[in-house]
């Protein structure tokens, strides 16, 4: 008995100083890269559920290049038990549609050889930021998708009872299993990579898996599968310079400052 | 008559939300750009509050205040939404950018086949929209190869429609045959009474390291409190335990687009400017008159911010006195 949980992370430019190539794309060739900070809430989260239901697993997947597996490592040394990775060339340039439908197949793979009952995600990832992939992996498996998930009440293998935050509040729910879980940072706060899992991380076995390894047709994935493709990036516009309130007194400059916000029509 | 454009309302606990104001002023401008009429779903509400989205834009409204969408059901509310889609086939669909309208997103896009954006701050008529990337240090041109749109739109960007009162247009009642739901909702607990939420504030007053103690975040509520603000905060503040994280602005917290954003004792690191960079003003109160808040800053404070709240309390409220008395 047990859950098989699984939980999806990225591997992201640790900055978000990233420049625009002559190509209009990010430049992050090059850029030291790391676990999406979101995500390490989920692999925790992962991690604590495995710890309160005995028999319990923990597998790590990532989609991305051959250098992403620093991820699926990272993500064993926190405490997953196993770990599959996403990768070839034809996966470039996939969108969230792409992504979340050959993470899916995945799932579907793991969940062939054992039934997986909760797929775990961080809230969105640092540099695309859309925080869709869960919820369309969600889609995909026809499980129910719960989004924005603060803490896991009670969870076993047949259900699981969420607190969702809203912007107004927070919702219980209780959802059957398997289903799809977008966590918050407020879930957990994540532990360090212990030693002995940094040596276990070492020595595991990663399996990859191409398109056809999940029975996808390659233009069902990567920029031929997708739905939505970045033309160009920008450089938002700089401010233009400010007003300094300059005063002798501080009572003089609270009046000067409520003056420009008066004028300004801020208040 | 090409395809219509569909605005997805959603009136969660039967109150209708003020996005959906917003998103039936970028649906009706991108329906009258491409000719096609302006539809909303509404969800969780009845036939009055579907003629008010007509007088605010809507050419048809479909409605259905069936009880089980009263409370965020992703599933079936996806169902009502993509029954609607199935009988207007869509050429966008218009969501807010909430849990909810997120959660939503996610599922249409791939039942419909669907490109998706999320955040949207701007959508062109020929189909392009703009979004952040990189947590706004970029922003991205998005294109699409997919006949549908899925948009949810970043809420205090565009203003709200406003009612015309007897503008005309169709109210049907969509007959929703929901399937089965395997998400049983339970309880819901509201915010504190009378806290403003940071996502529709039009004014944010937030408290950084600076403040330097849970008791002392009082001076930045009473100054919010002045202001008619929401009372936001820096990670460093919520990580110190002086206030909930739901207050906390940035990165790994909310993204605000209030009028006004005063930062007070937050020093501008890049995780907090890309939460609160899209604000149409930022006042700066900081001792370091050099920190990257100050010189981002429409506005900039030096001084003590202990010293500088009550007197512009004060100030505010005699000019709010003196308002009253003229």
Not at chain 2, 171 to 199: H, M, N, W, Y
Not at chain 2, 299 to 312: Q, R, S
């Amino acid at each position: 008995m047990g859950l098989n949980i699984v939980v999806c992370v990225k591997n992201v430019p640790s900055t978000l100083t990233v420049d625009v190539g002559p190509d209009g794309q990010p430049k992050t060739a090059g850029l030291v890269c790391a676990m999406n900070a979101f995500d390490e809430y989920a692999v925790e989260e992962a991690v604590r559920i495995k710890e309160r239901v005995p028999g319990s697993t923990v597998t790590a997947l990532t989609l991305g290049p051959e250098a992403d597996q620093a991820v699926l490592r990272d993500a064993l040394s926190r405490g997953c038990d196993a770990a599959a990775h996403v990768c070839g060339p034809e996966f470039a340039g996939s969108d969230v549609f792409a992504t979340s439908k050959a993470l899916a197949a995945a799932i579907r793979k793991l969940s062939a050889q054992k039934p997986v009952h909760l797929a775990l995600f961080g809230k969105n990832s640092n540099d695309g930021n859309s925080g869709a992939v869960g919820g369309m992996v969600a889609a995909w498996l026809d499980w129910p998708g719960v989004l924005s998930v603060k803490k896991v009440e009670s969870v076993d293998e047949s259900s699981a009872v969420l607190w969702r935050m809203m912007e107004d509040g927070v919702d219980v729910v209780k959802v059957s299993l398997p289903a799809a879980v977008g966590t918050v940072k407020e879930i957990n706060e994540p532990r360090i990579p212990s030693l002995k899992g940094k040596m276990a991380a070492k020595k595991a076995v990663i399996p990859k898996w191409t398109a056809s390894d999940l029975g996808l047709k390659p233009e069902e994935v990567g920029l031929a599968g997708s739905k939505t493709k970045v033309a160009r990036c920008t450089h938002p516009p700089a401010r233009g310079a400010g007003t300094r309130v300059e005063g002798a007194s501080s009572a003089e400059k609270a009046a000067k400052l409520v003056d420009i916000l008066v004028e300004r029509k801020l208040i | 008559m090409s395809q219509p454009i569909l605005v997805v309302a959603l009136n969660l606990r039967g109150r209708a939300s003020p996005q959906t104001w917003e998103l039936l002023s970028v649906g009706r401008r991108l329906a009258d750009a491409s000719k096609s009429p302006l539809v909303a779903v509404l969800a969780g509400g009845g036939p009055e509050a579907a003629r008010e989205l007509v007088e605010r834009g809507a050419d048809r409204v479909l409605w259905t205040d069936d009880d089980r969408l009263q409370e965020l059901n992703e599933e079936l509310h996806a169902q009502a939404v993509l029954q609607a889609a199935a009988k207007e086939n869509p050429a966008a669909v218009l969501l807010p950018s909430n849990v909810a309208g997120r959660s939503l997103a996610c599922r249409l896009a791939v039942k419909l086949g669907a490109g998706l954006a999320m955040d949207v701050s701007e959508i062109e008529a020929a189909g392009q929209v703009k979004r952040g990337a990189y947590s706004g240090n970029l922003v991205a041109d998005v294109e699409f190869q997919a006949p549908v749109r899925v948009l949810t739109v970043t809420a205090m960007l565009f203003a709200p429609a406003a009612r015309q009162a007897g503008r005309s247009g169709e109210v049907q009642e969509l007959k929703f045959a929901p399937g089965p739901t395997r998400t049983e909702f339970k309880s819901f607990q509201a915010e504190e009474a009378g806290e403003i939420d940071l996502g529709s504030a039009e004014r944010i007053v937030s408290g950084g390291r600076g403040v330097g103690g849970k008791d002392k975040f009082s001076a930045i509520r009473e100054l919010a409190h002045a202001l008619g603000a929401a009372v936001g905060a820096s990670r460093a503040a919520v990580d110190s335990g002086w206030i909930p994280y739901r207050h906390q602005v940035g990165l790994t917290g909310r993204t605000v687009r209030p009028k006004l954003y005063v930062a007070c004792g937050i020093s501008g690191q890049i995780q907090h400017l890309a939460g609160m960079s899209g604000a149409n003003a930022i006042v700066a109160i900081n001792t370091d008159p050099e920190c990257p808040m100050m010189q981002q800053a429409t506005v900039a404070v030096a001084g003590d911010m202990f010293e500088l709240i009550p007197l512009i309390v004060a100030e505010v409220k005699k000019r709010k006195g003196a308002a009253v008395a003229a």
